[in-house]
Nanobody, 117 residues
Framework: QVQLVESGGGLVQAGGSLRLSCAASGSTNSINAIGWYRQAPGKQRELVAFINSGGTTNYADSVKGRFTISRDNAKNTVYLLQMNSLKYEDTAVYLC??????????WGQGTQVTVSS
């Protein structure tokens, strides 16, 4: 099993930046990829950024050029989401998701990001 804990959310003005962290523990060698999702009230959960074990990344069109997903080089079980040029519409709960080679995929509890206009 893998456990995920997100941190780094908060309130920021439009145009500002936040960095989210997702700390993985447990059977982390079974992680094939990590995705950052977000869910805003009344909207479907959407995948905003993805990184696989080979370092390949992918982004939703709505965040391309503004968000960057990475793995902390010093702590290879911590995954980061750097969010720049934040917009009001980025307001959501952000959740970390682990795609596992074996076993049931894991979700974190989420962290709230609120962008004031």
């Amino acid at each position: 099993q893998v456990q995920l804990v997100e941190s780094g959310g908060g309130l920021v003005q439009a145009g500002g930046s936040l960095r989210l962290s997702c700390a993985a523990s447990g059977s982390t060698n079974s992680i094939n990829a990590i995705g950052w999702y977000r869910q805003a009230p009344g909207k479907q959960r959407e995948l905003v950024a993805f990184i696989n074990s080979g370092g390949t990344t992918n982004y939703a069109d709505s965040v391309k050029g503004r968000f960057t997903i990475s793995r902390d080089n010093a702590k290879n079980t911590v995954y980061l989401l750097q969010m720049n040029s934040l917009k009001y519409e980025d307001t959501a709960v952000y959740l970390c998701h682990a795609f596992l080679r074996i076993g049931v995929d894991a979700w974190g509890q989420g962290t709230q990001v609120t962008v004031s206009s």
